[in-house]
Structures are given as structure tokens and as C-alpha cells.
């Protein structure tokens, strides 16, 4: 609705053609330095956070490999979507800013979130300041050996999965239309958001049975206890 | 969007006034018609979970409270919420049918139901075809003690929260401006609402807590079980 009556637009590389967005500055970074800094700060973190985990020794791979992807999403959620969710003017912005260029990309991908919808800044918002947090936190319990750490991580990934779902049912009620072209369309919306759907379902699965198994392991201690008490 | 070329507005009693309900019918039956419906459906249904969980002798009174919660916001997401998600056109509604009627009257609380907003469709959906079963299954879950009966519940009440707030923020990003009246505001849109932010809420903390000890008395089972064997 905002700008609705600038009669500015067109001067953007986003769909639909119709999507107004006075102001608009076009983007000064490659796609490929864009993407090569991402890749190779998230290869830094995974790295980093490998070695670091690497020093408690009772950890065992999976666990050091989720540490891994914690410290990743989280800073992702953080950093990312944090600059996302809490400038509404990116697509304004001169800089040549590299967070301001990431989304300015991404747009190309799905434009609601040059436009600003509604949805897609709720999800993000959530997830920046929730989730983001909360993933780093569970580096830290999984490190430690917290007893939380399966429930923490079982509850970002149910977080992650939803904002998924809402993101991804919200673009297809309002007609799945916000991609400039197919390269875009199965690249950002469709490759970028995957891992958010398939990791966040294998750590889901796997903490729902290590619950499971632990909650039942503890009912039938006490049924144990009673019976002895013979 | 939609219809928002056909010029017919203002025959409605939602807010904002511009909205355009095409072909929208007035509701034929009275607020107290359609609470009083829905208040007497739910007392049955928590008197009659209250009465059937009576006869599992070792369930606590919190354990059958929480069975009579699933059950009544289990067939408030399949039957009121499910109706909603899958009917777009429910406004047009000329045969006074009580789940019609009663999204007719809610819409004067927030339009954007009337309106078929997407944020709102993506929640009321997930509600109604992921937490509506699921609440079922956790009356079924904690009547059995079955194992996953914390981590379902704890599942179901995140997923509430998670799509009570992306309602929540959705409007205040629109505008907070989809009330008929402050009436209509505070006893539908706040209050109706208001339960399904504590009650998950108090219901998440519990299971949080329940499932931690339960992976912590486990954790010390395994460490003396390692040094019993002297």
C-alpha cells in the first residue's frame, strides 16, 4: 500500500512489473561477490565452531556437527534476517551495504520483501529475535551437556519449520508471483529455503525420540523404584 | 486483491470501510445465538473429557484438565478453524449455516478473515489440518501415558504461540485497523485470543521442564550405572 500513489515504478528489477518502489537504488555488488562472502563467512563459522567443539571430548560427531549448524543459522537469523526484519528501507540505501545488497538480491527471488509484506517481515522478525538467540544458545547446551538441549533445539526447529510453512503458503495464496525469472524463482526461494525445511525436520525427528526415549526410560525407573520397595 | 475492480463496497459492517466484499450476506443469527452455541458445544466437550478421564484411575487433576483443553481447542481448530481455512467465500454465506455465521460476527473483530488475507488463511490452515489432529492425539497421548505425550504437547503449544503471534504482528504491521468498534476489538480480536497465549504458554514451561528433568535423570542413570560397575 505504501508509495500506492507515487506513480514511480518500473525502475526495479523485481516481479510483479507492477510493484512500486520509489526510491529504489539498484544493487552495486555481483551476485557472486554477494554470495562468495556469505559462503565463505558460513565456511569460516562451521570451521571455527568444529575446532572449537572439537576440544570437549566426550562430543560425538553429530553432536559437533549440529553445534556447527547452530552457530550457522543462528548467526544467519541474526545478522541476516535481524537487518531485514528492522529496516524497512533497504532497497533505498546507497551504500553499497553488504547486508542491504544481500536482500536487495535475494528480492529477485521472492520482491514481498522489498514490498514489505506483512507475512514475511512477521516470520522474520520472529525468527531474528527469537530463533537467532536461541541457536546460539544451543551451541552452548550442546557443548555443555545441558538437559535442555534437545528441548531447545527441537523448539527453534519447530519455529524454523513453521515461518517456513507460513512463508511458503502465504507466497502461493497470494499467487506465487514475486519471482523475476525461473532462475531466481528455484535458486533463492526454492534452494536457499531447503535447508530451513529439511534439517530443521531431521533435528525435529531425532529430539522427539531422544525425548521420547528419555521420558520413558524415567517412567519406568519409577516403576522400578516401587517395585523394590519390597 | 481480489474484486477490487468491481466498485462494491460499504455494504458491510467490518472495517476498514473501503474493504470490497463483493456479494457479501449479512449474518442471520445473533452474537448471543452464535456464543451461546459455541459455549454450550465446548462445556459438553470438557464435561465429557472431565467425566471419560475420571475413569483412568491414576491421572492427576492437572492431567485431566490439560485432556479437556486438547480436546476443547483440538475440535475448535478442526471444526470452527477448519471451516475457515477452506471456505474463501464464506461471507457470501445466504443459508445462516453456524460456522458462516459465526466468521461472519468474528469478522468484526478482525476483517482480514472476511478479507481472505494470506497471513491470516497460511495460520488458520496450519491450525486447523497440523493442530487440530495433533490436540487430539494429545488427549488420546495423556490418557494412554504414552512417552511422547510431553513433547506432543509441548509441539502443539509452540505451534500456537508461533501462529498467535504472526497473527498478532501481521496487524499491527497492516495498521491495527481491521476492528469494527473497540468493542469488537478488545472482546474478539484481544480477548477471544487471549487464551491461546497463556494457556500454551504455562503448558510449554511444563513440559520444558518435565522433559529436561526427565533427559537429566536419564543422563545421571547412565553415569551410575558406568560406576556401579566396580
Known amino acids: 500500500m505504501e508509495g500506492s500513489d507515487s506513480g514511480i515504478y518500473g525502475n526495479h528489477p523485481y516481479a510483479p512489473r507492477d510493484l512500486k518502489l520509489p526510491g529504489f537504488v539498484p544493487g ?6 554477494i554470495l ?11 570451521s571455527l565452531t568444529w575446532l572449537f567443539s572439537g576440544r570437549s571430548p566426550r562430543k560425538s560427531k553429530l553432536d559437533r556437527w549440529l553445534m556447527c549448524w547452530w552457530a550457522f543459522t543462528g548467526l544467519t537469523h541474526l545478522i541476516l534476517e535481524g537487518y531485514f526484519a528492522f529496516s ?8 553499497a551495504c553488504y547486508l542491504a545488497e544481500v536482500w536487495k538480491e535475494y528480492s529477485k527471488g521472492d520482491s514481498r520483501y522489498a514490498a514489505r509484506d506483512a507475512g514475511v517481515v512477521s516470520v522474520e522478525g520472529l525468527t531474528a529475535v527469537i530463533e ?5 544458545l544451543a551451541v552452548y547446551a550442546i557443548s555443555k551437556g545441558k ?3 534437545y528441548i531447545l533445539q527441537f523448539a527453534i526447529s519447530l519455529g524454523q519449520l ?3 510453512a ?5 507466497a502461493y495464496l497470494e499467487g506465487d508471483k514475486f519471482a523475476t525469472n525461473s532462475f531466481y524463482y528455484y535458486a533463492y526461494y526454492i534452494a536457499a529455503n531447503a535447508s530451513w525445511v529439511v534439517i530443521p525436520t531431521l533435528i525435529s525427528i531425532r529430539c522427539w525420540k531422544k525425548i521420547s526415549a528419555a521420558v520413558q526410560v524415567q517412567a519406568q525407573g519409577q516403576d522400578q523404584k516401587k517395585n523394590k520397595t519390597r
Chains 1, 2 share one sequence.
Open 36 to 46: 562468495g562472502v556469505y559462503g565463505v563467512s558460513s565456511l569460516l563459522v562451521v
Open 166 to 170: 507460513v512463508y511458503f503458503i502465504t
Open 132 to 136: 537467532g538467540p536461541a541457536s546460539l
Open 88 to 95: 524497512p528501507e533497504f532497497y533505498k540505501n546507497k551504500t
Open 28 to 33: 552495486f555488488l555481483s551476485q557472486s561477490t
Open 147 to 149: 538437559p535442555y538441549s
Open 162 to 164: 513453521y515461518g517456513t
